[in-house]
């Protein structure tokens, strides 16, 4: 006798596997060959062989050494939105408008504290359906840029679908 819950699967075919492809986004403050730069390489060099369409969109310039041309070497598009603190409007009407080009449907928010509220909103603005933010920075010790940062966290929750802090003490700040 069969389970109800199960099935016999000795004559029975498994039906096809849904595609996991999903237009996937990761967004890093800096272009520069760091630790967090590194292991999103790794991810989004991963999930392209798997056939999940990547890119990454770097908020700064790039340094010496650069990340961005290895994520280009292995057919992940890079962009540039050059975040500037003198003129943050021409910035996230720049980010809205790659953002809408791009039509990311998941998107990583990454290394980017502070930053990560007005990213995630404009994310879902542009119809992301999934956006999870990457806490990875120490937060400022002390003053209003501690105050900042903790804020905009908190302002990115609505829109995001999770957040995953690399450190327990970047969850207590939380």
């Not at 990583?108 to 990875?136: D, E």
């Not at 010790?141 to 908190?154: D, E, F, I, K, L």
Request: charged letters at 20%; glycine letters at 6%.
């Amino acid at each position: 006798m069969v389970h109800p819950h199960k099935q016999n699967h000795n004559n029975a075919q498994r039906p096809p596997r849904p595609t996991l492809a999903r237009r996937t986004l990761h967004v890093l403050r800096n272009d520069v060959v760091g630790g967090l730069e590194c292991s999103t390489l790794e991810l989004a060099r991963y999930l392209h062989t798997h056939g999940i369409p990547q890119s990454v969109v770097f908020l700064s310039n790039p340094a010496t050494p650069s990340i961005s041309d290895r994520f280009r070497s292995h057919g992940i598009s890079v962009r540039r939105v050059e975040y500037n603190r003198a003129s943050p409007l021409i910035f996230l009407r720049s980010l809205l408008r790659t953002l809408r080009e791009m039509r990311p449907e998941v998107v990583f928010v990454q290394g980017a504290l502070g930053l990560h509220a007005p990213v995630a909103m404009l994310a879902r603005l542009a119809g992301a359906s999934r956006v999870w933010t990457f806490v990875v920075m120490r937060p400022a010790t002390h003053g209003v840029s501690r105050a900042v940062q903790y804020a905009m966290t908190h302002l990115a929750r609505p829109f995001s679908d999770g957040e995953i802090c690399v450190a327990q003490y970047l969850a207590d700040f939380l």
